[in-house]
Every structure is written in C-alpha cells, then in structure tokens.
C-alpha cells in the first residue's frame, strides 16, 4: 500500500504512515514527496508512523535502493512509532549509511515521538 505523506500544519510536522508493504515505486513516489514538503519548511521534523506496516527486514537490495534515494535527503529531526526490532534494525542500517542516525530516534507512542520532535535542542 502506497505510503501516505502529509504535512500537519498545526503541529509543524510531516506525517508519513504506511500500512502493510509497499513497492519499491512507491517508495520512490514517497521519497519524492517527502522532499517537496521539505522545500518550505524551516525545520523539517517527520513523524513516522510504521506501526501497521508488514513486519519484515528489507533486502539488501530494498536497503541500497533507499540509501539511493536518501542521500539528497535531510532532517532537524525525525521519530519513528511503533518499529519492532526488525523494523528497527534495517532501518538503522539505512540511516548510518547516509549519516541520518544521529537526528532519527525511536519511540512506541505518538506522544513520545511528538515530544521529543518538539523539545528546544
């Protein structure tokens, strides 16, 4: 299922939520789109929101493909919900190969995550 990628105007955030798995086209397609919202913002936070998704590793091949389209990628900050240890794991992979880890955190509740987007550095 198609990623769903929306800016929150009231909390300042990007909202990305996927349910179930995805394509790598549609990855693509999201990719994109995350970069867009980003053009206007000041300070990009994304909450992501994985708790629905499938729960498997990504490939290798799935993980070079998103180090691909990373790597114009930026944030301030993004919190990830609801990522299990797979999930957790594969992603890690991904966000050290293009030097997003130090700003991306991990959280179990939407609250947790908002917080921490939040809170003054």
């Known amino acids: 299922m198609k990623p769903m990628i929306e800016l929150d105007?009231?909390?300042?955030?990007v909202r990305a939520k996927?349910?179930?798995?995805?394509?790598m086209q549609e990855l693509d397609k999201s990719m994109?789109?995350?970069?867009?919202?980003?053009?206007?913002?000041?300070?990009?936070?994304?909450?992501?929101d994985v708790r629905e998704n499938d729960?498997?590793?990504?490939?290798?091949?799935e993980r070079v493909r998103m180090r691909e389209l990373s790597k114009d990628l930026t944030w301030d900050k993004a919190a990830v919900v609801g990522a299990d240890t797979l999930v957790r794991m594969s992603a890690k992979i991904v966000?050290?190969?293009?030097?997003?880890?130090?700003?991306?955190?991990?959280?179990?509740?939407?609250?947790?995550?908002?917080?921490?987007?939040?809170?003054k550095p």
Request: hydrophobic letters at 45%; zero cysteines; proline letters at 0%.
């Open 9 to 13: 105007k009231q909390l300042g955030v």
């Open 18 to 23: 996927t349910k179930g798995s995805f394509t």
């Open 32 to 48: 994109e789109e995350l970069k867009k919202l980003f053009l206007n913002m000041d300070k990009k936070l994304l909450l992501a």
């Open 55 to 61: 729960r498997v590793m990504a490939t290798k091949e």
């Open 95 to 119: 966000l050290a190969a293009i030097g997003l880890s130090k700003t991306t955190r991990f959280f179990k509740t939407e609250d947790e995550a908002l917080r921490w987007l939040k809170e």
